[in-house]
């Protein structure tokens, strides 16, 4: 996708997603067979639901017709939020994950290495978390700067407690 097509799509798309209150996070357009395939992503502080990207998705394909900005030819559009297992790229993507445990890839300059940590804040420079205890020890703080951060991605727990059972 050529960058002007990119920056198109992004202009034309994201007051229709803002409108519904989600954000845009990614836009992908590829080929599939002779079609084109253009991908949504959006997210929410609450997530997505499937009710939202449907009608989200009527809401683009009524646009895009009115338009040429996907050109002549025939496209799929599909409308989906990010998924569990996305990389966290963003400011908001780290706050949105306060609470969860995250795998952080660090930079050669902070060491190196992978670390499996819980956010507990998240600020303007950096993620205040809890690295759990292994065999019976203690879980330590850990302060990480987002400087140091070559990849996060936010592991699945199937035996999280829920927020609702932490606060009771």
Same mark, same amino acid.
């Given at each position: ?61 009524? /646009? @895009?017709?009115? $338009?040429?900005?996907? !050109?002549? =030819? +025939?496209? %799929? ?7 569990? #297992? ?16 995250? /795998? @952080?890839?660090? $930079?050669?300059?902070? !060491?190196? =290495? +992978?670390? %499996? ?7 303007? #420079? ?43």
């Amino acid at each position: 996708m050529s960058t002007t097509q990119s920056e198109r799509l992004r202009g034309l798309l994201e007051p229709l997603v803002h409108a519904k209150d989600l954000d845009l996070e990614e836009i992908e357009v590829s080929r599939a067979g002779r079609r084109g395939l253009l991908r949504v992503i959006v997210d929410s502080e609450e997530g997505v639901e499937l009710d939202a990207c449907a009608e989200l998705s009527r809401v683009i394909s009524e /646009k @895009l017709d009115e $338009t040429d900005a996907m !050109g002549e =030819g +025939e496209y %799929v559009l599909e409308v989906s939020s990010p998924g569990a #297992d996305r990389p966290l790229t963003q400011h908001r993507h780290y706050v949105r994950a306060t609470g969860r445990l995250v /795998k @952080l890839q660090l $930079t050669p300059e902070a !060491g190196g =290495g +992978e670390v %499996v940590t819980r956010i507990l804040a998240v600020d303007e #420079d950096g993620l205040d978390t809890e690295v759990p205890g292994v065999k019976g020890r203690k879980a330590t703080a850990r302060r990480v700067e987002f400087a140091e951060i070559a990849k996060a991605r936010v592991e699945i727990e199937f035996n999280r407690k829920d927020k609702k059972e932490e606060e009771a």
